[in-house]
Every structure is written in structure tokens, then in C-alpha cells.
């Protein structure tokens, strides 16, 4: 007879992709048990509330909220997972008082290009209906299935033109596929720059060309989720505990147990121990080989392991916040070019030519901190988001910049609060009316802050690793975990450092379930969605 400490499934870290994987397994009949270091559930689906005023701290656009398939598999909508996606949901604004819009409808984008360039409003017509192409037939179903090896990916691939072509542009450098887009318009090429490149992606590194058509297209459609991120995870963790998960928070993970050469269980840090038959880690390869498991246990069992994890890359840049409580919302000098800059849900402002935007990367690179970021009113889309129901008008606001994880002229404890002056300097310059608007609430929360808050973010690297060549597709976090089973036998990995990445996906926790259930012997009550049918028809998912 098993003890009440012995699982199926133990699941380190309740972040999203944890907390999806335990969904998954509980709801198939699995004994799951989720652990989780801080007080509460959901990693990076941070919501803090400030006396009505609800700071979304971290992930905030959701990219995939409309084709997660957790979002229907899980009923998150039935568990209180609302969303909203915006009809104008980036523009750029310049120092003259002008503004490009993208809307969700290429045709009305194509009329705010057409203000800047006719030509260009032709073009772009042409490349998002390519992009679109790419990423409906292609890549969200490829985040959706298990990673493919180079060598295998480039022969599937190139069966199928719009993957073919996908293939070229991966060999890119993001600057190089907006110059080969042919734009002339400056404006036009910094905003799909910036928005290509918002994450981190660094607009002259090759091999991940393909993330530009996937995020500018996928940001275009970005949802927001109602009542803030936490939400989310809120509802993630009601449906695994609903199907008999259990889930531990204040629960830190000393080690995990390798006995005969197997991942056996785990110890905390107060020294209780759990046992399990897959034991599941949703932290980096460095937390999970190296701390976890130790270079001497690792170097026994799993020897290879261990100078690839050294060898692991965090973001080269991280991203500085500041969130406004405030009497009113922003108003842009650019509505008055164009109105729907005020409903816009992001502003990019800062830069309007590529060697403004390409400056500012390499400024922050070398360590410099840099006005160049982007603005939303979130409480202007959802009112929950601020304490409109009590004082009418209040708004919820947030500045987000690329910012180094040290800065080379100190630290951010002696810097932080004057930098965040200077942001909010710059903002009042593109709307004015913030020269009179009451503070209420002012929350700065610099790079240090993002890797104390969640300690796999180092350096604070939000998607707990760089996105290199070296570090994607079956290569993250490396050629022999990037399936979520690792060398070591009962042991899986499913957080932002395995495939496809971070980002509130969803993927890495759906990809890992379905391996886990498969190896375990756990009922895969789940079907993949269309589209994966659809992909694997045409020869694109294995």
C-alpha cells in the first residue's frame, strides 16, 4: 500500500505551463501534486492590486489566448477566464504629433499606412497576408505539437511553399526582413521592428527570423485578459484542484531524489519528502541539473548535461516597469492626427526610424538605459483595472522599457526612482494632459525586481533564457530534453526554458502532458485541435 506522500506526478513550480500540466494529468485521473516557492500560483501571470488599481507586474498581451487549446480543453472561459481583443491594438507615435495605427483588420491598417506611404499600404497588404499564412498554417501549429530536428524540419518544410518560404526568412536577421519587405515609410518599418522585437528578440542576431511574422501577427491579435493576468492562473488553479490536484504553496524544492539512477521524489526545504513516478520541473536547466540535482548526481547519471546548462544563456537585456495609479487617463497629442491613438492598447514611443531603434537596442546592450519604450491604459479596455466604480475616470497605466539587468553607471537600489522620473518626463511630452493628473499609485519595478519576484528569471530574463539559435526548436534547452523527457528515467521538464519558449503560451505544460500521459499510462482525455490535424495533413507537425 503506497503512503499518502506518493504521487504519479509531482510538478515543480505552479507558473503557467506547471499549472497546465497538472490540469491536464489530474483531469486524466492522475495523482498530482504541484509545488510551488511562493505564497501564491501563476509565475509571471503576476496581478497586484493597489487599492483598486491592478498592476499587471509581468505577462500582460497574451499572444495565443484565441488558439490555446487549454482554453477550451480546461473551460477556463466557464472557470472565469474572460478576454477582450482590442481593435487597435498597436501604433507608433511620433515627435510631430503624428501616428501609425495597426488594426486587428489589415485593410484598416492598410489606410493609416496609406498616410505615410500609398505604397507602402499596398505592400503591407502583401506581407501580413503572407505572415498570416505562415502563422495559421505553420506556427501556431508547430507550438502545439512537439519540436522537430533541424535536418527533419527543413524536409518537411520544404514540401510546402508557404513553409519554404517561412525557411528563407528564418535564415534572417529581423532588420533584414523588413528591408526585404521593400517599406519605404521609416514609421512603418520601426513599428513592425519594435513590435517584432518587444521580447527581447534582438533585431540583428540570424537563425529566428521566423519569430518576426509570428509575433507582429500574433501582437495584432494579442488579447487581454479581463480583470487582470492573475485570472489567468487563477482559473488554471481551480480546474487542477477541481480534478483532485493538489497543489502546495510556501513549498520551496531542495533537491530532487535520484535513487538507482531514477528521479524518485523530491525534498523541500523544510525537509519533507513526496515520491512520485515522473517527477515533472517547470524551472531552467540551471535551477533543475545543477541546483536541484547537483553536478555531482548529474555527472553520474546524466554526465552531458552538465556543460551545456554552464553554457546556458540568459536574456541579454531585461525590461524596466513603471504602473500608474492616476486621476485620468493619458491623452495623446497624436489623436489629434489621429483618434484612434486613444484606444490604441499599445503606443511605442521614443523612436521612428530603424537607426533610432537599432541605437537604443545596442545602448541597452552595453548597458545604458534608454526612454524608448511603450504605454498602455489598460483600465481605458478593461474598467476593472482600476477603481473606476468608486472614482469615476481613474486610470491604470503602464510604461514598459528594455532596460539592462546592471546598469554601468550603478545600481538600480540608487537609480531606479530617477529613471522612472525620467519616464515619466518623456510620457507627459506625447500626452500632455498627465501634466495635470493626480497620482494616486506609482509602482517602479526595475530588472532586479523581476528576478526577485521569480527567481527563474535571471538576470531577469522573463522567458528564463535567452531566444538564440542555440537555445531554440530542439535545441532548447537541449538536443536531449527538448521533448520534455529528460535522460534520466521518471524525470520531465515543461517550463519557459523548453519548447517552443516563454510567454504565456501555454504550450510547454500542454506539449509535456501528453508525453507524461503517454509514458505514464494516463488517460490522454484531450484531442489536438484542428489545426494540428490540418498541419500534420499537409506533412508540417510529425
Known sequence: MQSDNHYDVIIIGAGPNGLTAGAYLAKGGAKVLILERNHETGGGLVTEDFSGFRFNLHATYMMMMDVMPAYKDLQLGANGVGYMQPDVPVSLLTRDGRALCLYRDIERSAQSIERFSAKDAVRYRQVMGEWKAMVDEVLIPATYTLPVAPLD??????????????????????????????????????????????????????????????????????????????????????????????????????????????????????????????????????????????????????????????????????????????????????????PDVDRAMLRFMGTETVAEFLAHVEKVKAGGTSLVGHSSTLSDLDPLQAPGDIFPGMASARWESHAPY????????????????????????????????????????????????????????????????????????????????TPIDGLYMCGASTYPGGMILLANGYNAAGVIAEDLDIDRWWSEPDYVTEARAKGLVP
Not at 420 to 426: C, E
Request: glycine fraction near 8%; proline fraction near 5%; hydrophobic fraction near 40%.
Open 153 to 338: 524540419q527543413v524536409e518537411m518544410f520544404s514540401q510546402v511553399p508557404i513553409a519554404a518560404r517561412l525557411l528563407e526568412l528564418s535564415e534572417l536577421t529581423p532588420i533584414e526582413i523588413i528591408e526585404e519587405c521593400g517599406f519605404e515609410s521609416e514609421v512603418l518599418k520601426t513599428l513592425l521592428l519594435e513590435l517584432g522585437c518587444m521580447w527581447g528578440i534582438e533585431p540583428e542576431v540570424t537563425g529566428l527570423g521566423f519569430f518576426l511574422p509570428l509575433i507582429a501577427n500574433r501582437m495584432i491579435h494579442m488579447a487581454l485578459v479581463k480583470g487582470g493576468s492573475h485570472m489567468l492562473s487563477s482559473a488554471m488553479n481551480r480546474v487542477a484542484v477541481g480534478h483532485g490536484a493538489e497543489i502546495l504553496d510556501t513549498s520551496e524544492v531542495a533537491r530532487i531524489i535520484i535513487s538507482n539512477d531514477r528521479a524518485t521524489g523530491v525534498e523541500l526545504t523544510d525537509g519533507r519528502t513526496y515520491s512520485a513516478r515522473a517527477i515533472v520541473s517547470s524551472a531552467d536547466p540551471v535551477s533543475t541539473f545543477l541546483n536541484l540535482i547537483g553536478e555531482d548526481v548529474c555527472r553520474q547519471v546524466y554526465p552531458d548535461v552538465i556543460e551545456s546548462t554552464k553554457e546556458w544563456e540568459w536574456d541579454h537585456f531585461s525590461f524596466f516597469g513603471l504602473h500608474m495609479g492616476l486621476s485620468e487617463s493619458p491623452r495623446y497629442t497624436a489623436a489629434e492626427f489621429d
Open 406 to 485: 546592471k546598469p554601468a553607471d550603478g545600481d538600480w537600489e540608487q537609480q531606479a526612482d530617477t529613471f522612472a522620473d525620467k519616464i515619466w518626463a518623456k510620457w507627459k511630452e506625447y500626452a500632455p494632459n498627465l501634466t495635470q493628473a493626480k497620482i494616486h499609485q506609482r509602482y517602479v519595478y526595475p530588472p532586479t525586481y523581476i528576478e526577485q519576484k521569480l527567481v527563474n528569471m535571471v538576470n531577469g530574463s522573463i522567458k528564463h533564457g535567452a531566444y538564440v539559435s542555440t537555445q531554440m526548436g530542439f535545441l532548447r534547452p537541449n538536443v536531449d530534453c527538448s521533448g520534455y523527457k
